[in-house]
């Protein structure tokens, strides 16, 4: 499956189905990482049923503390 992650066109195969598998493939640590989806805000609660197809738009971002 390709999608484009940060900008960038990734093929991940067919296993990642979903937001949460593909957070996973990525290896990004779940706490303070959120994600877009085509322009929407998706909840961590709903990664796990927030299916994914070719073509999506994601965007990931993880928050870093620090002062």
Known sequence: M????NGEK???GSGVTNVDLLIG???V???RTAVELNG???DQNN???TALKS???IEIV???GGG
């Open 47 to 49: 990664w796990a049923s």
């Open 29 to 31: 640590k779940k706490e």
């Open 55 to 57: 073509g999506d738009k």
């Open 62 to 64: 993880s928050f870093v």
């Open 10 to 12: 990734q093929d991940l």
């Open 40 to 42: 929407m805000i998706i």
């Open 25 to 27: 493939a990525l290896s």
């Open 2 to 5: 390709e999608l484009i992650i």
